[in-house]
T-cell receptor, first 112, second 113 residues
């Protein structure tokens, strides 16, 4: 079993829809949870950085962490064609520089 | 100003050759990383340096050797290139106390023929 599992998609939704992206993990030591967005032929860019369980909102993006279920989600409201990208979840056990485990990414396409 | 830059952007070379990729960051971060992303988009860490000191060294063939001349630079040298080394290599940096807040370079697409 991989440490981090992420549905690869592709996921295609119409513009304006709410998108839900998810990851599950097996290592209960993970405390820091991130979501990165990667456009085609570009480097990943950090979208959300959260610690422990709970919700964090930033504009149209909401990150949710449920440590009891070892499940994290990213919600995108009012999705735009510019949101079309691959979304990578990532997690680590420590705040300091340490090994981050990435999910394999979900490819998202927003249809105009 | 580009925060994390890599050169070259594309690298096409033959098996058996030796090549280097350079990375520079102007964010003032203490920690830098090298990642390999394969054709399935899976991103895997290879090395991490904190202020010129190697702190993460994943199971990577000895043919890969990182070098950090100062905390703003992290280079990757690859000896005796093999077909399986073809991938996109990303450099990244982060603050020392927020290792999850990583800033990635644009990537170097390496093709070994």
């Amino acid at each position: 079993q991989k440490e981090v599992e992420q549905d690869p998609g592709p996921l295609s939704v119409p513009e304006g829809a709410i998108v839900s992206l998810n990851c599950t993990y097996s290592n209960s030591a993970f405390q820091y949870f991130m979501w990165y967005r990667q456009y085609s032929r570009k480097g990943p860019e950090l979208l959300m950085y959260t610690y422990s369980s709970g919700n964090k909102e930033d504009g149209r993006f909401t990150a949710q962490v449920d440590k009891s279920s070892k499940y994290i989600s990213l919600f995108i409201r009012d999705s735009q064609p510019s949101d079309s990208a691959t979304y990578l979840c990532a997690m680590s056990a420590y705040s300091s520089a340490s090994k981050i485990i990435f999910g394999s990414g979900t490819r998202l396409s927003i249809r105009p | 100003d580009t925060a994390v830059s890599q050169t070259p952007k594309y690298l096409v070379t033959q098996m058996g050759n030796d090549k280097s990729i350079k990375c520079e960051q102007n964010l003032g971060h203490d920690t830098m990383y090298w990642y390999k992303q394969d054709s399935k988009k899976f991103l895997k860490i290879m090395f991490s340096y904190n202020n010129k000191e190697l702190i993460i060294n994943e199971t990577v063939p000895n043919r890969f050797s990182p070098k950090s001349p100062d905390k703003a630079h992290l280079n990757l040298h690859i000896n005796s290139l093999e077909l399986g080394d073809s991938a996109v290599y990303f450099c990244a940096s982060s603050p020392r106390d927020r290792g999850g807040e990583q800033y990635f370079g644009p990537g170097t697409r390496l093709t070994v023929t």
